[in-house]
């Protein structure tokens, strides 16, 4: 392999770690998004309980 191969594929693997870290990222984002909206409605039920 010449210089030129190895520098496209470290180019290649980091562009992809970007890629899954940012989605990674998302997940995380997402995950606790929702884990609010849960305790928003758990608090709204034991609030408004008869």
Request: aromatic share 16%; net charge positive; hydrophobic share 50%.
């Amino acid at each position: 392999m010449t210089e030129a191969d190895d520098s496209g594929a470290e180019q290649r693997r980091l562009a992809l770690e970007k890629k899954r870290e940012r989605i990674v990222w998302y997940y995380l984002g997402y995950f606790l998004f929702g884990i609010h909206i849960v305790a928003f409605v758990m608090i709204y039920a034991v609030t408004h309980a008869k």
